[in-house]
Structures are given as structure tokens and as C-alpha cells.
């Protein structure tokens, strides 16, 4: 069974920082891309970053380029978000992702999810 459990998620003052946590356990995801999505309120899901098992590639939001850095850390089973230069519109829930296979920007094309975390940016 894929557990995906996300922490670092927080209240943070605009032009702050965070850094999102996502641990997986269940199987070997070395065949496997991991993705952050967030949904505010009354909006859509939306595509954040994604980032394959070995690191080697990444894609990123237009929203997220140059502010947000996706990373993994594989003996740990674990991806990073770190978010720098938030802004009160990056507020919502943010959620990890994974999928078998590789980059993707869709939320439907991911196969499991976690329960999300709360990034609220204050102005």
C-alpha cells in the first residue's frame, strides 16, 4: 500500500520561505515520478513541479520557475519543495503525487496522493 505523507506546511509572512516534505513508503519507486500539486480555494487543482525518481529531471509551473526547487532525496524516500519568495496567491493546499512512469503536468495521470498540507502566505 503507497503512503504518501506531506509536512512543512505553515503560516508564513509574504516574501517568506518554506520547505514542503514528502515521504513515500509502500514499494520501490525507482520507476516512479513524484509531483506537488495545489488547490485553492474554489479553484482547480493545479500543476506545481514534478521530478523523476532519480532526480536527473524536473518540470516546473510557469508559477513556480525560478522561486520553487523540487528535490528528492532517495535513500530517504523523500521529495522536497523548497518555496522561496512566497506570495499570498501561492496560498492553498499543497499535495504530493506519485505515478509510475514519467513527467507529468496532469493531476489525473498521477496514481496516488497525499492528504495535503496547508501553506498559507500572509500579505
Known amino acids: 500500500q503507497v503512503q504518501l505523507v506531506e509536512s512543512g506546511g505553515g503560516l508564513v509572512q509574504a516574501g517568506g520561505s518554506l520547505r514542503l516534505s514528502c515521504a513515500a513508503s509502500g514499494r520501490t519507486f525507482t520507476t516512479y515520478s513524484m509531483g506537488w500539486f495545489r488547490q485553492a480555494p474554489g479553484k482547480e487543482r493545479e500543476f506545481v513541479a514534478t521530478i523523476g525518481w532519480s532526480g536527473s529531471s524536473t518540470r516546473y509551473a510557469d508559477s513556480a520557475k525560478g522561486r520553487f526547487t523540487i528535490s528528492i532525496e532517495n535513500a530517504e524516500n523523500t521529495v522536497y519543495l523548497q518555496m522561496n519568495s512566497l506570495k499570498p496567491e501561492d496560498t492553498a493546499v499543497y499535495y504530493c503525487?506519485?505515478?509510475?512512469?514519467?513527467?507529468?503536468?496532469?493531476?489525473?495521470?498521477?496514481?496516488?496522493w497525499g492528504r495535503g498540507t496547508q501553506v498559507t502566505v500572509s500579505s
Open positions: 503525487a506519485a505515478r509510475r512512469g514519467g513527467l507529468r503536468i496532469s493531476w489525473y495521470e498521477y496514481d496516488y
